[in-house]
């Protein structure tokens, strides 16, 4: 967790099955994953590496960092 002078950068990691590898449609959208919510792109990163090394057998399952952050305040850019 960040400190307290740092700002937070929030992230949100999810994955699921997509209906083919050319773009980011879902097979299911019931069983899409939400991993978790992550207050910066460090601990974000490492919980999506686990869930997809782990899921490395399906070639399909796909999971994401989208950047909250981003959609709370569009003007910050990091």
């Known amino acids: 967790m960040p400190n307290e002078t740092e700002k937070q950068l ?10 083919d590898l050319s773009n980011t449609e879902f097979r299911d959208l019931n069983k899409i994953e939400v991993v ?12 999506w590496k686990g869930h997809a090394q782990a899921t490395v ?3 399909h399952m796909r999971y994401f960092i989208a950047h ?6 569009p003007s910050d850019t990091k």
């Open 10 to 19: 929030l992230h949100l990691v999810f994955g699921g099955e997509l209906v």
């Open 36 to 47: 978790g919510l992550f207050p910066d792109y460090a601990s974000a990163y490492k919980a």
């Open 68 to 73: 909250l952050h981003r959609l709370l305040d």
């Open 57 to 59: 057998d399906n070639a």
